[in-house]
C-alpha cells in the first residue's frame, strides 16, 4: 500500500509558493494579505488558525489574526469583515468554523467578499465551481486533488464514494471527482447500505468525523483511501478510517495525522497568494 504523503507534498508545494512570491514582491509592491477572523476560544480552532498563522509566514505572506470574544454581536463581525473588505493591503479573508451558535454563519460567510474568499465558501464561488470555472476551490477537496495527481492516480471512471455533505468537504469534493470523470456517490447520515457502496467504491474520500467507523473488511481490494477525518481519541488524532489491516486490502491511503491536513494549509496559502497575484495584476 502506498502511503499518500500530504505532509511532505504540502512542504514542496510551500517552498515553492515561498519562492513565487520572493520573485513577484519587487513587481506587486507589498506582500501577499491574509487576515483570519478568530470567535471565541475553541482549543482546536486556536490550533489550525495558529497552525495557518506559521504556515504563511514561512511563504513571506502578511498574516493577521483578529480574535473577537465569543460574546462577539453578529453586527461587530460584520462591521470587522466590511473593514478587512475594503482594506487594500488584505487579500485573503478566512473566518474560522465553527462559529459560536448565536452567529449566523451563512451570512457572516457571505459578507466575505468574493475576491477575497479565499476558502471558495461564498455562493458566488461556489456556483462557478459547479459550472467548472475554477475560482477559489475549498482548500481540502483542492488540496485532495494535488494528492491524487502527484501520485498519478487516474480516476476517470472508476466508482468514486464520498462519504459526507458538508459544503465545506463532501459536495466541493464530489463535485471534482465528477470534473475528472469519476462515477460519484455521495453517501450521507441518512444512507441507507453504506456497506454496500463501500464494498463497490475504487476510490473513498471520508469526511464524516467519526473516528475510524471504516474499516478494511469493508473495502473493496486495490481502492485508494483518503481520509480526511480529523477525530481526538485518548489525545491522539485518528481518521474515519481505520489504519489496521489496510495494508492488505488498499493500494494506497492517506494517513492521519500527515495526509489531508497539511495539504488543507497549504492550498490557503496557494489560494491567497492567488488572491494577491490578481489584485495586484500579477503574471
Ligand atoms: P460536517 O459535520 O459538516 O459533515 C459531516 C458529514 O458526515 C455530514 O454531511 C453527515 O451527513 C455525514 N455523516 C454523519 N454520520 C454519518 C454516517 N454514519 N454515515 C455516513 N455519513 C455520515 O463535517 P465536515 O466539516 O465536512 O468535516 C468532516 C470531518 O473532516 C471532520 O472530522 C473534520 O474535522 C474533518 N476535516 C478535516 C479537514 C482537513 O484538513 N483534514 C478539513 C475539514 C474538515
Same mark, same amino acid.
Not at 500500500?1 to 512570491?21: C, Y
Not at 482548500?139 to 476517470?156: K, N, S
Not at 447500505?193 to 467507523?213: C, F, I, K, S, Y
Given at each position: 500500500?502506498?502511503?499518500?504523503?500530504?505532509?511532505?507534498?504540502a512542504?514542496?508545494?510551500?517552498?515553492a509558493?515561498?519562492?513565487?512570491?520572493?520573485?513577484?514582491?519587487?513587481?506587486?509592491?507589498?506582500?501577499?494579505?491574509?487576515?483570519?477572523?478568530?470567535?471565541?476560544?475553541?482549543?482546536a480552532?486556536?490550533?489550525?488558525?495558529?497552525?495557518?498563522?506559521?504556515?504563511?509566514?514561512k511563504?513571506?505572506i502578511?498574516?493577521?489574526v483578529i480574535? =473577537? #470574544? %465569543?460574546?462577539? $454581536?453578529q @453586527?461587530?463581525? &460584520?462591521?470587522? *469583515?466590511?473593514? =478587512? #473588505? %475594503?482594506?487594500? $493591503?488584505? @487579500?485573503?479573508? &478566512?473566518?474560522? *468554523?465553527?462559529?459560536?451558535?448565536?452567529?449566523?454563519?451563512?451570512?457572516?460567510?457571505?459578507?466575505?467578499?468574493a475576491?477575497?474568499?479565499?476558502?471558495?465558501?461564498?455562493?458566488?464561488?461556489?456556483?462557478?465551481?459547479?459550472?467548472?470555472?475554477?475560482?477559489?476551490v475549498?482548500?481540502?477537496?483542492?488540496?485532495?486533488?494535488?494528492?491524487?495527481?502527484?501520485?498519478?492516480?487516474?480516476?476517470?471512471?472508476?466508482?468514486?464514494?464520498?462519504?459526507?455533505?458538508?459544503?465545506?468537504?463532501?459536495?466541493?469534493?464530489?463535485?471534482?471527482?465528477?470534473?475528472?470523470?469519476?462515477?460519484?456517490?455521495?453517501?450521507?447520515?441518512?444512507?441507507?447500505?453504506?456497506?454496500?457502496l463501500?464494498?463497490?467504491?475504487?476510490?473513498?474520500?471520508?469526511?464524516?468525523?467519526?473516528?475510524?467507523?471504516?474499516?478494511?473488511?469493508q473495502?473493496?481490494?486495490?481502492?485508494?483511501?483518503i481520509?480526511?477525518?480529523?477525530?481526538?481519541?485518548?489525545?491522539?488524532?485518528?481518521?474515519?478510517?481505520?489504519?489496521?489491516?489496510?495494508?492488505?486490502?488498499?493500494?494506497?491511503?492517506?494517513?492521519?495525522?500527515?495526509?489531508?491536513?497539511?495539504?488543507?494549509?497549504?492550498?490557503?496559502?496557494?489560494?491567497?497568494?492567488?488572491?494577491?497575484?490578481?489584485?495586484?495584476?500579477?503574471?
Amino acid at each position: 500500500m502506498i502511503h499518500l504523503n500530504g505532509k511532505s507534498l504540502a512542504l514542496e508545494r510551500r517552498e515553492a509558493l515561498a519562492q513565487r512570491v520572493t520573485a513577484q514582491l519587487a513587481l506587486a509592491g507589498r506582500p501577499p494579505g491574509l487576515s483570519v477572523i478568530l470567535v471565541g476560544d475553541d482549543p482546536a480552532s486556536a490550533t489550525y488558525v495558529r497552525s495557518k498563522e506559521r504556515a504563511a509566514a514561512k511563504v513571506g505572506i502578511d498574516g493577521q489574526v483578529i480574535r =473577537l #470574544a %465569543e460574546s462577539v $454581536s453578529q @453586527d461587530e463581525v &460584520l462591521a470587522t *469583515l466590511r473593514g =478587512l #473588505a %475594503e482594506d487594500p $493591503s488584505v @487579500d485573503g479573508i &478566512l473566518v474560522q *468554523l465553527p462559529l459560536p451558535h448565536h452567529l449566523d454563519e451563512q451570512a457572516v460567510l457571505d459578507a466575505v467578499p468574493a475576491h477575497k474568499d479565499v476558502d471558495g465558501f461564498h455562493a458566488f464561488n461556489t456556483g462557478l465551481l459547479f459550472q467548472q470555472r475554477p475560482p477559489f476551490v475549498p482548500c481540502t477537496p483542492l488540496g485532495i486533488t494535488h494528492i491524487l495527481d502527484a501520485y498519478e492516480i487516474d480516476v476517470q471512471g472508476k466508482n468514486a464514494l464520498v462519504i459526507g455533505r458538508s459544503q465545506i468537504v463532501g459536495r466541493p469534493m464530489a463535485e471534482l471527482l465528477l470534473q475528472r470523470h469519476a462515477t460519484v456517490t455521495i453517501a450521507h447520515s441518512r444512507t441507507r447500505d453504506l456497506e454496500t457502496l463501500l464494498g463497490q467504491a475504487d476510490v473513498v474520500v471520508a469526511a464524516v468525523g467519526r473516528p475510524e467507523m471504516i474499516v478494511a473488511s469493508q473495502l473493496k481490494p486495490g481502492c485508494i483511501l483518503i481520509d480526511v477525518g480529523i477525530n481526538r481519541v485518548d489525545g491522539k488524532l485518528v481518521g474515519d478510517i481505520r489504519w489496521e489491516g489496510l495494508e492488505a486490502v488498499a493500494a494506497a491511503a492517506t494517513p492521519v495525522p500527515g495526509g489531508v491536513g497539511p495539504m488543507t494549509i497549504a492550498m490557503l496559502l496557494e489560494n491567497s497568494v492567488l488572491a494577491w497575484q490578481r489584485h495586484c495584476n500579477l503574471p
